[in-house]
């Protein structure tokens, strides 16, 4: 069965500052999609950022990127230069290429710090 | 706007009975999600849609049901089954596997 873990459950950084958040996924699959979710305090969940496993080249959305490492199962979110709006839920979600399941860790708090 | 409703945003219920929780989507997607949120469990898959008529258990399905009657409609059936049912409810469509997900505001659901 495909798992995803988020072994960090709360994270502080300063602002301004640069913060890794870190996601491990488990599968037999070779075609899979990865994604990094925000739950601001109002519990609305945004999309940050998406990956397909087949492309080799990280994927960047301004400030923020990952670490799409393939054969470690391992897919990181970096924020750079961390502003107070980035304080949040992030949660790491995963699919399989050809499926509608979709799995999400259990989430790292972020506390961006003035 | 296009996106998805749910409601209400608060619910409470009295223990033994059922309640439904409304999600709508207009954003003409063919997936529907349905997850349970609880404090460090993060998302939990409940049910979930690919195509109207049709839809599969997720990994915490028991005490739940679905219907998905039309593409536009995935409501979620909290029966008495359910052991532990106050948590924070979200619903979810996406286009096709593989795209972004998009969420509704999510219910709050309280049993009293």
């Known amino acids: 069965a495909q798992t995803v873990t988020q072994s960090q459950p709360e994270m502080s950084v300063q602002e301004a500052e640069t913060v890794t958040l870190s996601c491990t996924y488990d599968t037999s699959e070779n075609n899979y999609y990865l994604f990094w979710y925000k739950q601001p305090p109002s519990r609305q969940m945004i999309l940050v950022i998406r990956?397909?496993?087949?492309?080799?080249q990280n994927a960047t959305e301004n400030r923020f990127s990952v670490n799409f490492q393939k054969a470690a199962k391992s897919f990181s979110l970096k924020i750079s230069d961390s502003q107070l709006g980035d304080t949040a839920m992030y949660f790491c979600a995963f699919i399989e290429e050809g499926t509608y399941k979709y799995i999400f860790g259990t989430g790292t708090r972020l506390k961006v710090l003035a | 706007d296009g996106g998805i409703t749910q409601s209400p945003k608060y619910l409470f219920r009295k223990e033994g009975q059922n309640v439904t929780l409304s999600c709508e989507q207009n954003l003409n997607h063919d997936a529907m999600y349905w997850y349970r949120q609880d404090p460090g469990q993060g998302l939990r898959l409940i049910y979930y849609?690919?195509?109207?008529?049709?839809?599969q258990k997720g990994d915490i399905a028991e005490g739940y049901s679905v219907s998905r009657e039309k593409k536009e409609s995935f409501p979620l059936t909290v029966t008495s089954a359910q052991k532990n049912p106050t948590a924070f409810y979200l619903c979810?469509?996406?286009?096709?596997?593989?795209?972004?997900?998009?969420f509704g505001q999510g219910t709050r659901l309280t049993v009293v």
């Open positions: 849609s690919q195509i109207v008529n049709d839809f």
């Open positions: 979810a469509a996406t286009a096709h596997g593989g795209t972004e997900a998009f």
């Open positions: 990956q397909e496993a087949y492309k080799q």
